[in-house]
Structure formats: structure tokens, C-alpha cells
């Protein structure tokens, strides 16, 4: 399975360096939302708080910072320059 998402991403991206690069981002990604549902729900099951709870509460504030924070546009086309 991994070596056919690895050829399908290689063919996309071209660079086995990228490659592995996106392979690696999702895992760690897919990790950190498991691991924030996981906690959160074990928060509100009544199962305690902890380091990991306090870990995805961090976790779920960065995911809504990146989602909602003003995007930074560096090149403006001004009318002028067409």
C-alpha cells in the first residue's frame, strides 16, 4: 500500500525527496487530529484531564489559528500593470 501511494505521489511531485516529505506530513497530521479527538473525547467522557489533553487543546487552537489567520499575499497585481 505504501509503495503504491509512494509511486502515485512520485509520479505527482517527481522528487523522492518531496515525496517522503508529504508521506511524513500527513502521518504526523493524521496523528495530531487523532490524537486531539481521542483526548477531547475522553475529556468529555469524564476520563480526566492530563498532559495529553493539554496537548491536543494546544494542538486544536494552532488547527483553528491556521484555519481562520489572514493569508499573506507578497506579489499584489495592481490594475496599472496590465
Known amino acids: 500500500m505504501v509503495a503504491q501511494m509512494n509511486d502515485s505521489i ?6 523522492a525527496k518531496w515525496t517522503w516529505f508529504a508521506i511524513g506530513y ?3 497530521f493524521a496523528y ?3 490524537l486531539m479527538i481521542y483526548q477531547l473525547g475522553s475529556l468529555f467522557a469524564g476520563n480526566g484531564f492530563s498532559l495529553a ?3 491536543a487543546i494546544l494542538v486544536a ?3 483553528i489559528y491556521l484555519l ?7 506579489n499584489r497585481l495592481n490594475p496599472s500593470d496590465i
Do not use: D, E, H
Request: charged residues 10%; without cysteine; proline residues 4%.
Open 26 to 28: 500527513q502521518t504526523v
Open 61 to 63: 487552537i494552532t488547527f
Open 32 to 34: 495530531a487530529v487523532a
Open 68 to 74: 481562520f489567520r489572514p493569508a499573506r499575499i507578497r
Open 10 to 15: 512520485l509520479a505527482v511531485i517527481g522528487s
Open 53 to 55: 489533553t493539554t496537548f
